[in-house]
T-cell receptor, first 114, second 115 residues
Framework: GDSVTQMEGPVTLSEEAFLTINCTYT??????LFWYVQYPGEGLQLLLK?????DKGSNKGFEATYRKETTSFHLEKGSVQVSDSAVYFC?????????????FGKGTLLTVNP | GAGVSQTPSNKVTEKGKYVELRCDPI?????LYWYRQSLGQGPEFLIY????????DSGLPNDRFFAVRPEGSVSTLKIQRTERGDSAVYLC?????????????FGPGTRLTVL
């Protein structure tokens, strides 16, 4: 079945450092790919998405590019802030009949220190 | 407008008891989803409603779990004879409809602890 594997945390960075959180997936067909973020005490929020190969999703300075050849969707940000401290989840939504269902990775806790 | 709300935010119960978890979706959203997030894991799909009917309940772990959405709005997840392994955060999400292009909006979750 479909699965998502993401880099295990926790990740601790200093403010203004470069961030990469790796994510790879296994799925048939052409899934859509997502990054969700969960800030402390809040619910899951969609951060960015990409629906086809070579698409780049971006939001709040974060970017991720849908790479079908490497089945990857790595999250990057050039300069993190303390306010980016949160848990980040990579997820996919299958193409075809079950395209309402999200499959998530385990999450990566990011802590940014001032 | 109001987002997805879930009550209670925390529920502590004893092994063997029955619990109900409630989800209020965003007004006008016809699709509703339940996910379960165990400690250290990502959310896992449980069930999807389109309107009043459960279109896919393949993620429910066993027959102790049941969910309803009688009027196509509020949904209740029901767990019978709770076990310690049921302890998790139960997340509800809703979307405009079940078509894949529609974003799922998540509630804050109910943290269930079974002692």
């Amino acid at each position: 079945g479909d699965s998502v594997t993401q880099m295990e945390g926790p990740v601790t960075l200093s403010e203004e450092a470069f961030l990469t959180i790796n994510c790879t997936y296994t799925a048939t067909g052409y899934p859509s790919l997502f990054w969700y973020v969960q800030y402390p005490g809040e619910g899951l929020q969609l951060l960015l998405k990409a629906t086809k190969a070579d698409d780049k999703g971006s939001n709040k300075g974060f970017e991720a590019t849908y790479r079908k050849e490497t089945t990857s969707f790595h999250l990057e940000k050039g300069s993190v802030q303390v306010s980016d401290s949160a848990v980040y989840f990579c997820a996919l939504r299958a193409s075809g009949g079950s395209n309402y269902k999200l499959t998530f990775g385990k999450g990566t806790l990011l802590t940014v220190n001032p | 407008g109001a987002g997805v709300s879930q009550t209670p935010s925390n529920k502590v119960t004893e092994k063997g008891k029955y619990v109900e978890l409630r989800c209020d979706p965003i007004s006008g959203h016809t699709a509703l989803y339940w996910y379960r997030q165990s400690l250290g894991q990502g959310p896992e799909f449980l069930i999807y409603f389109q309107g009043t009917g459960a279109a896919d309940d393949s993620g429910l772990p066993n027959d102790r779990f049941f969910a309803v959405r009688p009027e196509g709005s509020v949904s209740t997840l029901k767990i019978q004879r709770t076990e310690r392994g049921d302890s998790a955060v139960y997340l509800c999400a809703s979307s405009l409809n079940g078509r894949g292009g529609n974003e799922q909006f998540f509630g804050p979750g109910t943290r269930l602890t079974v002692l």
